[in-house]
């Protein structure tokens, strides 16, 4: 894709989700920075902080857990390589600790697919499935939601006993609901 029809995407992607009854009414969301050829998330980011919406960004440890930061626009962002992996951008300032997505009222996830059920395929890292896992330990029930292409939205992906299906996926075109808000 062009830089041009990825830049098209993240608003049409932006502008679809800005319209979710869950994050017109969120108080903090956990989201991420988008790199390589994911949809951009910048513009969805930084019009939530323009709302007063307080953002969660996830911090890579070394175990492929996340930790998280608060993102106030692009100067609160670092680029950190992790070893031979490609580079993120994470939050610059004070980490809140593993469990500071708990507070999340909307979880915005990554992923490479998602299918007709809601499940997610991610990157096979493992990081949002012990994001996942901590909240649902915790009883907490943020909205999952899911950004992705129009093309990456499926028939089916793999499914594991410990996967948990997002209730919506943002797409550039508009949303498909897996489960109502």
């Given at each position: 894709?062009?830089?041009?029809v990825?830049?098209?995407?993240?608003?049409?992607?932006?502008?679809?989700?800005?319209?979710?009854?869950?994050?017109?009414?969120?108080?903090?969301?956990?989201?991420?920075?988008?790199?390589?050829?994911?949809?951009?998330?910048?513009?969805?980011?930084?019009?939530?902080?323009?709302?007063?919406?307080?953002?969660?960004?996830?911090?890579?440890?070394?175990?492929?857990?996340?930790?998280?930061?608060?993102?106030?626009?692009?100067d609160?962002?670092?680029?950190?390589?992790?070893?031979?992996?490609?580079?993120?951008?994470?939050?610059?300032?004070?980490?809140?600790?593993?469990?500071a997505?708990?507070?999340?009222?909307?979880?915005?996830?990554?992923?490479?697919?998602?299918?007709?059920?809601?499940?997610?395929?991610?990157?096979?890292?493992?990081?949002?499935?012990?994001?996942?896992?901590?909240?649902?330990?915790?009883?907490?029930?943020?909205?999952?939601?899911?950004?992705?292409?129009?093309?990456?939205?499926?028939?089916?992906?793999?499914?594991?006993?410990?996967?948990?299906?997002?209730?919506?996926?943002?797409?550039?075109?508009?949303?498909?609901?897996?489960?109502?808000?």
């Amino acid at each position: 894709m062009t830089a041009d029809v990825v830049g098209d995407a993240a608003g049409a992607l932006a502008g679809h989700a800005l319209e979710l009854p869950e994050l017109a009414h969120a108080r903090t969301v956990a989201a991420y920075v988008s790199v390589g050829t994911e949809p951009g998330t910048r513009t969805l980011l930084d019009a939530l902080v323009t709302r007063g919406v307080r953002v969660l960004l996830p911090a890579l440890l070394p175990d492929h857990d996340l930790d998280w930061g608060a993102y106030t626009g692009e100067d609160s962002l670092a680029r950190v390589q992790h070893g031979g992996r490609m580079a993120l951008f994470e939050p610059s300032g004070e980490r809140l600790g593993p469990d500071a997505v708990l507070g999340a009222d909307v979880v915005l996830l990554p992923g490479l697919a998602v299918d007709a059920r809601g499940m997610r395929l991610g990157r096979g890292g493992g990081s949002y499935d012990r994001v996942l896992a901590r909240l649902e330990r915790a009883g907490a029930r943020p909205a999952l939601v899911v950004l992705l292409y129009d093309t990456e939205v499926v028939g089916r992906v793999p499914a594991q006993e410990h996967d948990r299906p997002v209730q919506a996926v943002v797409t550039p075109s508009g949303v498909r609901r897996f489960t109502s808000p």
